[in-house]
């Protein structure tokens, strides 16, 4: 199976940032340590504070979908559930 690519951005909603910033380094190391899981970065914009650029990498679409299920049901998901996502997939 090929490796999975996510890279993008996400948009925080000021009333959600420091909730986000606050958790992100949790949801960085739970990434990290999934099966699977390659690469994960989520790096505040030098220009723009509420975006983050997003880049991830995982050994295969099982891996990757994984992630997605796990961060849905995650406090994670929860705190960035009005978070606007702009993310590119590629296989």
């Known amino acids: 199976m090929s490796k999975v690519i996510l890279k993008g951005f996400i948009l925080v909603p000021e009333s959600a940032l420091e909730i986000v910033k606050s958790e992100l380094a949790n949801h960085k190391r739970l990434t990290l340590e999934e099966p699977g899981c390659i690469t994960f970065s989520v790096t505040e914009h030098p220009e723009n ?6 880049y991830e990498e995982f050994i295969d679409k099982s891996a990757f979908e994984y992630h997605q299920n796990r961060v849905k049901a995650s406090h994670w998901g929860k705190v960035t559930m009005d978070v606007e996502r702009h993310y590119e997939v590629t296989a």
């Open 49 to 54: 504070p509420l975006r983050f650029d997003v």
